[in-house]
């Protein structure tokens, strides 16, 4: 790993102000409060374009939280520059969502065994195919056993990873729910592809915030603050990353 690769324009920081695993929820705010609510010692190592980044103890085991903003774009640029510049190893993305599949209420949490994608992000790796966004295998498998531990209603399946919020097309979603989509959010294909590419590790755990289909919904200061459980999981599972 080269000095001259940080601080970048997007991270005021060196790599030991990074733990080896980050917590990155889209939200800035969110990324404050779980450093304030969870850690020890927490102490802000980024805040450039207003996007929190802090490092501190959970459990005794160091961890790290930063916001990624919103969409594969803003996430693709954070989380390449932490796995490539700043030595970091798993990137667990801490979000919310809106629930496409009846399968999934609001408030439930899914864990993002796949991300299904409208983006052509992959389109610059020059594949003579199409791409499949994973989730590595031990984050989620930890991930799972924390939801089965804290008596979590949690969901395992595909996400959509949408470069569009209002969509010119109104039966994109029942297309992708009938495929068994069970959630739609605009990060973590983008997560997933540079964590392949860089042989990191990647996973998504969502709270279903809204349900597109049912048309109920959360406030935004749920959204910032009361999601808790999946915080939990998040940061349980970090600490049992090598």
């Not at 991300?115 to 020059?126: E, L, V």
Request: proline letters at 4%; aromatic letters at 10%; one cysteine or more.
């Amino acid at each position: 790993m080269s000095h001259k690769n940080y601080p970048t324009p997007h991270i005021n920081a060196s790599p030991e102000d990074f733990a080896k695993t980050v917590l990155m929820p889209g939200d800035p705010l969110r990324s404050k409060f779980i450093a304030e609510t969870y850690l020890e010692q927490p102490i802000m190592v980024n805040n450039v374009r207003g996007i929190h980044g802090y490092t501190g103890y959970y459990k005794g085991k160091r961890v790290s939280v930063m916001a990624s903003g919103m969409g594969m774009p803003s996430i693709g640029i954070y989380s390449y520059e932490l796995f490539n510049f700043f030595g970091v190893d798993n990137i667990i993305r801490v979000g919310t969502a809106g629930g496409i599949n009846t399968a999934v209420k609001v408030r439930d949490i899914v864990i993002a065994m796949g991300a299904c994608t409208n983006s052509g992000y992959a389109s610059q790796y020059g594949l003579p195919g199409s791409f499949a966004p994973i989730a590595s295998y031990g984050l989620m498998k930890s991930a799972i056993e924390k939801a089965e531990k804290m008596g979590a209603s949690y969901h395992v399946g595909n996400c959509l990873s949408s470069d569009t919020f209002y969509s010119d097309d109104a039966t994109a979603t029942e297309k992708w729910s009938k495929m068994g989509v069970l959630c739609v959010e605009m990060e973590a294909a983008a997560l997933y592809m540079n964590a392949a590419r860089s042989g990191k590790n990647a996973l998504g755990i969502f709270t279903v915030s809204d349900h597109i289909i049912t048309g109920e919904a959360t406030s935004a200061e749920e959204r910032q603050t009361s999601f808790t459980q999946m915080m939990e999981i998040a940061l349980e599972t970090a600490i049992e990353c090598d």
